[in-house]
């Protein structure tokens, strides 16, 4: 079997999933006749995001996240190596509730949708813990292409949820991962990152057998998605206004003017009191209204592909 992963990853954290995913299929590889192959292809952007971020560079990819107005394409892949790909894997990560915009411009280039057509996918999303929307843009952009979603991972911080944004904020504006004395470390734990060779081991199993049509159910036995219909009521609410305000902010200019600047601070203003104010009392009604809220109808479709 060969297998490309097509990763996207500033910290690290989204290749640090692929690789251990993978882990179990390389060291498969000559044993019993098997013969496995995983190939690497980073995805790199035209439009240079930095990590660590300032708090101005990465409000400014707001409004182009959420409407799905990636400002640049992305640098030519060689394909020539993996045009007979058994299977394909992209990693990658969530930005403002939508696929990062590295990843939208992979889903958006003639050459990889050429490519991808036809193949199956596996998309491992390695997030803090609002993935659902970006899921579903994901399946989206592979229907278009006329690939197939076959499965879909998602490695994700388990700090609860104000814990999280702490963390997080940390991280990507300072650098800082490693938790403190009040403060967990930031991301998906190293211990979720390793446990998910097991992700792997699946894959190799239903290749054997020659069937990948049902992978996902496999995958969710094993814990592939954990999820929290609290935090996905906060994620469907945020995102429809997250659209309202990329809206607003684009009406005063694209990506990088400087013209926008007042608007972007007002969102930021608004996203501090909607996380820290908003949200607690947000995820007490949804808790108040469980029964009205189909969650077992809402999770099986989540988190199907």
Same mark, same amino acid.
């Given at each position: 079997?060969?297998?490309?992963?097509?990763?996207?990853?500033?910290?690290?954290?989204?290749?640090?999933?692929?690789?251990?995913?993978?882990?179990?299929?390389?060291?498969?590889?000559?044993?019993?006749?098997?013969?496995?192959?995983?190939?690497?292809?980073?995805?790199?952007?035209?439009?240079?995001?930095?990590?660590?971020?300032?708090?101005?560079?990465?409000?400014?990819?707001?409004?182009?996240?959420?409407?799905?107005?990636?400002? *640049?394409?992305?640098?030519?892949?060689? /394909? $020539?190596? +993996?045009? !007979?790909?058994? @299977?394909?894997?992209? %990693?990658?990560?969530?930005?403002?509730?939508?696929?990062?915009?590295?990843?939208?411009?992979?889903?958006?280039?003639?050459?990889?949708?050429?490519?991808?057509?036809?193949?199956?996918?596996?998309?491992?999303?390695?997030?803090?813990?609002?993935?659902?929307?970006?899921?579903?843009?994901?399946?989206?952009?592979?229907?278009?292409?006329?690939?197939?979603?076959?499965?879909?991972?998602?490695?994700?911080?388990?700090?609860?949820?104000?814990?999280?944004?702490?963390?997080?904020?940390?991280?990507?504006?300072?650098?800082?991962?490693?938790?403190?004395?009040?403060?967990?470390?930031?991301?998906?734990?190293?211990?979720?990152?390793?446990?998910?060779?097991?992700?792997?081991?699946?894959?190799? *199993?239903?290749?054997?057998?020659?069937? /990948? $049509?049902? +992978?996902? !159910?496999?995958? @969710?036995?094993?814990? %592939?998605?954990?999820?929290?219909?609290?935090?996905?009521?906060?994620?469907?609410?945020?995102?429809?206004?997250?659209?309202?305000?990329?809206?607003?902010?684009?009406?005063?200019?694209?990506?990088?003017?400087?013209?926008?600047?007042?608007?972007?601070?007002?969102?930021?203003?608004?996203?501090?009191?909607?996380?820290?104010?908003?949200?607690?009392?947000?995820?007490?009604?949804?808790?108040?209204?469980?029964?009205?809220?189909?969650?077992?109808?809402?999770?099986?479709?989540?988190?199907?592909?």
């Amino acid at each position: 079997m060969k297998i490309t992963v097509f990763y996207y990853s500033q910290t690290g954290q989204a290749l640090n999933a692929a690789h251990h995913i993978c882990q179990p299929l390389e060291a498969a590889n000559g044993a019993d006749g098997i013969e496995n192959k995983v190939i690497y292809k980073e995805i790199i952007p035209l439009q240079h995001y930095p990590f660590p971020w300032n708090r101005k560079e990465f409000f400014n990819c707001f409004p182009e996240s959420r409407l799905e107005f990636p400002p *640049s394409g992305i640098q030519p892949i060689d /394909f $020539s190596d +993996i045009e !007979d790909t058994d @299977l394909v894997i992209v %990693a990658g990560q969530s930005w403002f509730l939508s696929p990062s915009l590295p990843l939208q411009s992979f889903f958006s280039d003639s050459e990889v949708r050429h490519f991808l057509n036809g193949h199956d996918v596996i998309f491992v999303n390695a997030c803090r813990n609002m993935w659902l929307m970006t899921s579903r843009r994901v399946k989206a952009y592979l229907q278009e292409i006329g690939a197939r979603l076959v499965g879909h991972i998602v490695l994700q911080d388990e700090a609860p949820n104000l814990i999280s944004v702490l963390t997080v904020i940390r991280w990507l504006m300072y650098g800082k991962k490693k938790g403190t004395n009040l403060l967990p470390n930031a991301g998906v734990s190293e211990a979720n990152l390793a446990a998910s060779s097991r992700f792997g081991i699946i894959i190799q *199993s239903l290749w054997t057998q020659g069937n /990948f $049509s049902h +992978i996902q !159910d496999h995958f @969710l036995t094993v814990g %592939a998605i954990k999820y929290n219909p609290s935090v996905l009521f906060l994620e469907k609410a945020g995102h429809r206004t997250f659209g309202l305000w990329a809206k607003y902010i684009r009406r005063k200019g694209g990506f990088g003017d400087n013209r926008r600047q007042w608007r972007l601070s007002l969102f930021y203003g608004y996203l501090l009191f909607a996380l820290f104010v908003v949200s607690p009392f947000a995820q007490l009604f949804f808790w108040l209204t469980y029964p009205l809220q189909q969650v077992r109808k809402h999770q099986k479709a989540d988190c199907s592909v």
